[in-house]
């Protein structure tokens, strides 16, 4: 049978699409982009905030429409990832025209499920987590199908508990994958042509298996021949210690780029979070990730109009924005989460404070943005080719610093894709930057 995969959320979730690809395929069945086609069709939901929630939830409707209403066997409308977790069976009550509810950890579940769906005429939820070490179920001899690009899991879950954070509750707890099993798989992919490895984890950089931490396992990825490039999201700051933050600028692959949510710059908002740094920690961590790699280039999440932030409070993270100079942020407005103890307080910053709160940073932070790529304007980058431009004969790809550069080549794409070429950047846009080949 078809099936389709709409895939909401973070990087975690793009990555388990593809895990579930894998495994449905493996059974027999076909992906399809076209929802249309498909007669199965899968949600993978996200429920950080309130709207990703609602976005899921409202394009399992979207995708039912069309088709004969309630349960028929034309097609399977499931729910999965996230709010899969969350909500259990409870969403057949929310959700009458939803088949099946699978949460992360049971995905090796899917063929089954479908199966027994087809034979009968019921729904099934299949939620709660494994034991034990974190597995990837893309089967770690997988090949590059043409990308020159990978995600690999190094550990799944998180206990960290910040106040605000749904992801303890639908992603468990810590679970970490063996390094053998890791260097494996990324083996694999290098020998088929991946260029760059992103490591994935809720909290990538506590990393802990066999003995060795994190900052031994980013060397011993280093090490792999024919990598070029490695990074990591996201890494929680309580965690990235010297050994880690020394990384920077020493080990070759690992590229001169951060993303490092500091989520407030006060100590009172950010002890009322359960973040457990001061903005003095965030700081010095900022301060040795620059003196071990001055061109780096940090990003970072902050949450605005957490409950109780004064105005003060809030200049704070202000004033933080404007000491460590960002290179991106992603801001969002508080907002409560079922099972956090935020989600239980009065969230008392009204939302039209909230809203004139995000703007404020969004102004200094696209100045930031225009400051950092302003300033790369005529600098050489090496450019990792992924894929065609927008424009005629223009290909794109990204600078170690994360940045999308276009560029006109005369060669193909096909001759072009995977290779590291220098550009100097002639033109900067909002959200690329544009040069020729040197
Ligand atoms: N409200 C608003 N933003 C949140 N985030 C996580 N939980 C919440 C919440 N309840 C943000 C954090 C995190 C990013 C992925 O989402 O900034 O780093
Ligand atoms: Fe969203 Fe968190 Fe789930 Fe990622 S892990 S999809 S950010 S709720």
């Known amino acids: ?13 793009v990555h388990d ?3 579930i690809e894998e495994i449905l395929s493996n059974a027999g069945h076909v992906a399809t982009n076209e929802p249309g086609d498909a007669q199965i069709a899968l949600v993978n939901s996200c429920t950080i905030r309130q709207k990703p929630w609602h976005k899921a939830i409202s394009e399992t409707g979207r995708l039912r429409k069309g088709k004969i209403s309630g349960r028929d066997k034309q097609l399977l409308v499931g729910l999965v990832g996230c709010v899969a977790q969350q909500e259990g069976d409870n969403i057949f009550d929310l959700l009458s025209h939803v088949d099946f509810v699978v949460s992360p950890d049971n995905y090796s579940q899917l063929p089954g499920i479908i199966d027994n ?42 206990q960290e508990r910040c106040k605000y954070c749904i992801v ?13 099993q890791i260097l494996h798989e990324i083996r694999n992919l290098v020998a088929s042509g991946v260029k760059e490895i992103t490591l994935l984890g809720q909290k990538v950089n506590a990393y802990q298996a066999d003995g060795l931490r994190f900052s031994d396992l980013l060397k011993m990825i280093d090490e792999v021949a024919g990598l070029e490039r490695l990074r990591f999201t996201s890494p929680h700051p309580r965690h990235m210690t010297p050994d880690v933050t020394d990384c920077f600028g020493q080990l070759r692959t690992l590229c001169e780029a951060i993303h490092l949510p500091v989520q407030s710059g006060s100590n009172a908002t950010l002890k009322r979070m359960g973040r457990r740094y001061t903005r003095e920690d965030y700081l010095a961590v900022v301060a040795r990730l620059k003196q071990a790699c001055p061109e780096i280039s940090i990003s970072t999440d902050l949450i605005i109009g957490y409950p109780g932030e004064t105005e003060a409070e809030f200049e704070q993270t202000l004033s933080l924005i404007e000491e460590v100079g960002y290179s991106a942020a992603f801001s969002f407005k508080f907002s409560p989460r079922p099972f956090t103890p935020a989600g239980k307080l009065d969230d008392d910053v009204s939302e039209e404070e909230k809203s004139r709160r995000l703007a404020n940073v969004h102004a200094l932070v696209n100045q930031q943005e225009k400051s950092f790529r302003d300033n790369l304007r005529n600098s050489v980058l090496e450019v990792l080719v ?7 004969r223009q290909l794109t790809g990204r600078a170690r610093n994360y940045q999308i550069v276009n560029f006109v080549s005369a060669q193909s794409i096909n001759e072009m894709v995977g290779k590291l070429v220098n550009v100097r950047v002639t033109e900067v846009h909002p959200n690329s930057l544009e040069g020729e080949l040197v």
Not at 168 to 180: D, L, M, N
């Open 1 to 13: 049978m078809k099936f389709y995969i709409k895939t909401f959320g973070c990087q975690m979730n």
């Open 386 to 392: 992924e894929g065609e431009g927008r424009m005629d």
């Open 117 to 158: 769906l087809l034979k009968e005429k019921t729904q099934i939820a299949v939620t709660g987590f494994s034991e034990g070490r974190a597995e990837d179920f893309l089967s770690i001899e997988r090949v590059a199908q043409g990308e020159v690009t990978a995600f690999v899991t190094i550990m799944k879950g998180c």
């Open 17 to 19: 699409s593809r895990r």
């Open 168 to 180: 303890p509750t639908v992603r468990g707890p810590e679970r970490h994958r063996g390094a053998e």
